[in-house]
Every structure is written in structure tokens, then in C-alpha cells.
């Protein structure tokens, strides 16, 4: 982990109100699920950094960029930064999905894209293209969605049927098991709004998949300090300790570590 002062070098639009906000380097080697902490570095309007996934980087680690949707103070200072301006970077924090995983089925709604275009890269230079379902409100809500159009499978869905497979992710999902385009037995790697997530690793547990979530819980430190983000979980690997703190843990879990509540 390093924290470092960047230059913001390009704005993006990737359409239906998020930005690709693209800083100069050096970005180090970031795995798929991984995130930095960002604030400002002059007018930053809260207290605590944001975190997101690293959405893209030149293979030599001379730029990076983050998917950032402007929805409170903190995401709107970044968004209006002007070229020139810094920003102060802290990561690569977290854990990966797992690496050695041939072939996995990535699904994300929404700004959950983020830590997918790395995984598509990497799968297209083996000569493989990555299996992306992707699922948004309506067709502007699938924001970033043609960075993998060339190096990937897109399969989108729509609430509204305005793009793609009229219905929630879950649906095209099972539609695709039924089709034999995915198939029982096979990883799935996921990351959405909790109640997307949920949906999905339910239906996994149902259909013989195994399912990774990356989640969005709120983090207000990033390295473990705070204990502002922790989950319920179980499992060999918490040692017996029923919470995990998601900065440190995660933020990828196999969804049979997480414990849910169920009265939500």
C-alpha cells in the first residue's frame, strides 16, 4: 500500500452519469477487486476518502483511472476536478478474486463494472474473451459498457427492456444455464448493489455455482483502523472469529463465508 499525490489527467464520460477519472502514474500492478481510497487534495468536502475499484491502467502503470458516478459531496469533488488538479491515491487495499479461476462468469449491475475491465484485459491477452453479464435499469444505466464490447462477451440486461434481456440479472443468468452458455459447476464473479448480489448468490447456490462477491460495504479508513466495515461471516478462514473487516478480508468473499440477516 502506498498513498501518493496524482495529477487527474482526462474526464470520461461513460454515459448515463458516470465518469472514467483518469491520474497519472505510477499506478502499481492492481488485481481484479482491489481498491484505493481517493479525496481531493484541496476542497475536499467531507472528512473520510471514497473507495473504488481501479477500473483501468496502461500497461506500464503510467496512468490509472476509477469508475466514479457523482451521487454525494464527496464523488461530486472528484467528478469536478479540472485537469491539473490532484487527487491523493491510497492502495492498492484488499483482496483479489481468486486467480485461478479459468474462464469465469463476471456479473455487475450497475457501478459494480468497476473491477471487471482489468479481468477483461488480462483475459483477452490470453486469447480468451471474459463472459460479462451486466445488468442497469434501463440502457443508460450500463454505463462503461463499450470498453468491453471488443474484448469480451457482453450479455446486458435491462429492468425496462430498453437493452439487451428484458429482466433483472438473475433472469438472463438462469436463461444462460438453461442455454448451456454457462454451465453447473462453473465460478462466478459478482459485484452490485447488496440486493443484486444477494439474488445472485442465492440462485448460484441453487444451479451448482460457485459464486465470489466483491461488496460495496462503506469504508471509512481502508486498512483495518476503523472497524467501520466489518461483516458477519463463517468459515475456516475467520478462524472462528464471526466478523471480518471488509478493507482487510475482503472485499471478496465466496458467498458461502457471508453471513446474512435475515430479517432484511
Not at 476518502?49 to 457523482?70: A, E
Not at 451521487?71 to 488538479?85: H, M, N, Q, S
Not at 434481456?165 to 438473475?170: E, R
Request: charged letters at 25%; glycine letters at 14%; a negative charge.
Amino acid at each position: 500500500m502506498q498513498s501518493r499525490v496524482h495529477v487527474m489527467q482526462k474526464l470520461r464520460d461513460l454515459g448515463g452519469g458516470a465518469y472514467a477519472v483518469e491520474v497519472d502514474g505510477p499506478i502499481p500492478e492492481t488485481g481484479p477487486g482491489q481498491f484505493y481510497m481517493l479525496r481531493t487534495e484541496k476542497r475536499w468536502p467531507v472528512l473520510l476518502p471514497r473507495p473504488f475499484s481501479l477500473y483501468d491502467r496502461g500497461g506500464d502503470g503510467s496512468w490509472g483511472s476509477f469508475l466514479v458516478k457523482p451521487i454525494g459531496d464527496g464523488t461530486r469533488a472528484i467528478c469536478d476536478l479540472k485537469v491539473g488538479e490532484k487527487l491523493v491515491v491510497t492502495g492498492p487495499l484488499g483482496r483479489t478474486f481468486p486467480t485461478d479461476v479459468d474462464n469465469p462468469i463476471c456479473i455487475a449491475g450497475g457501478v459494480g463494472l468497476a473491477p471487471f475491465l482489468l479481468l477483461a484485459r488480462s483475459e483477452a491477452a490470453a486469447g480468451r474473451k471474459m463472459r460479462l453479464l451486466f445488468g442497469g435499469r434501463n440502457r443508460d444505466a450500463l454505463s462503461g459498457m463499450e470498453d468491453f464490447q471488443d474484448i469480451s462477451t457482453v450479455f446486458p440486461s435491462t429492468d425496462d427492456g430498453s437493452h439487451g434481456f428484458h429482466g433483472m440479472v438473475t433472469g438472463l443468468l438462469d436463461e444462460l444455464l438453461v442455454s448451456g452458455a454457462v454451465k453447473e459447476g462453473e465460478t462466478v464473479f459478482c459485484c452490485g448493489p447488496d440486493p443484486m448480489m444477494l439474488a445472485v448468490a442465492d440462485l448460484c447456490e441453487k444451479r451448482g455455482l460457485r459464486c465470489f462477491l466483491s461488496l460495496e460495504s462503506y469504508m471509512a479508513c481502508g486498512y483495518g483502523v476503523c472497524n467501520g466495515c466489518t461483516v458477519k461471516v463463517k468459515g475456516e478462514r475467520f478462524k472462528g472469529w464471526p466478523y471480518s473487516k471488509t478493507c482487510i478480508e475482503g472485499p471478496v468473499y465466496e458467498a458461502c463465508e457471508l453471513v446474512h440477516d435475515e430479517s432484511h
